[in-house]
């Protein structure tokens, strides 16, 4: 969930890490991100892992968001609003690598490698959507060969920065699930840290705010307890990833290659 706030158009170089949100009792068979059925009518269809990867992109009037249906994640955000620069004929402002090398909120579910780098099918034609009023909601799909359906479900809406993210998991093999879930978010810093502001990971877990600087990482990344909200901060702006209620969970942090956390 992506908001800028009233800041003035100035230079901004996007700064971007990896959080993993993840939770710690497994998912069981009666959570309500599971059933054991195949997907309703109206979700995704599915495909094959060999199929080449569609790129999606979602206008509305504050931003345009790019979607790859490999991993099925985020990996561009523009603001229509922002520039690079203080000219007003600078590109506006992406919160991505402008390449689409760095993608977010994808989905890793324990004893199922390799969904990070799956091709998902979008359940919509349209490869560009344009959005001037109400909401609209993009399911990507993706069927597992032991029978398992994984379904990422986006939900935007054309006035507000704030998007919806749903994950479902359809259990049709017929053993029960045990695994952890988990969602990761990335961002990419710059090399040389900014003094005057904070930049980094923060979250609000037990009530407390914690902030973790980027390089003390690699001593502090593991924090655990009832999450409220995380965040990836940068100098002017910060993407977060808020549960509709809160719950036991740990947040795992790295600092990858990039400088990416």
Avoid: C
Avoid at 2 to 21: D, E
Avoid at 171 to 198: C, H, W
């Amino acid at each position: 969930i992506t908001w800028p706030p009233p800041a003035p158009k100035l230079p901004a170089a996007p700064p971007q890490q990896a959080a993993k949100l993840e939770k710690v009792q497994p998912v069981a068979p009666a959570a309500s991100t599971l059933a054991a059925k195949p997907a309703t009518e109206g979700s995704a269809a599915v495909v094959s892992a060999d199929k080449p990867a569609r790129r999606l992109t979602v206008e509305t009037p504050l931003y345009t968001v790019g979607l790859s249906e490999k991993g099925a994640v985020i990996n561009s955000f523009v603001l229509k609003d922002y520039h690079e620069g203080v000219d007003k004929n600078s590109p506006l402002l992406n919160l991505f690598p402008t390449d689409g090398s760095l993608g977010s909120l994808d989905v890793g579910l324990k004893g199922v490698p390799g969904l990070a780098t799956a091709v998902f099918q979008a359940g919509v034609s349209d490869e560009r959507i344009s959005l001037t009023q109400g909401t609209r909601e993009i399911v990507f799909g993706l069927k597992l060969a032991n029978g398992m359906q994984v379904e990422k479900v986006y939900r935007f809406s054309a006035d507000s920065y704030v998007m919806g993210f749903d994950v479902r998991v359809f259990n049709g093999s017929d053993q029960p699930v045990t695994d952890s879930l988990s969602i990761a978010m990335r961002e990419a810093y710059p090399g040389k840290k900014n003094s005057n502001v904070f930049e980094g990971p923060s979250a609000l877990i037990d009530k407390s705010l914690e902030t973790i600087e980027i390089s003390d990482i690699a001593k502090k990344n593991t924090l655990a307890g009832k999450i409220k909200w995380l965040a990836l901060q940068s100098r002017y702006f910060m993407t977060s990833l808020i549960p509709l209620k809160e719950e036991t969970a740990s947040l795992r942090l790295a600092v990858l290659p990039g400088n990416v956390v």
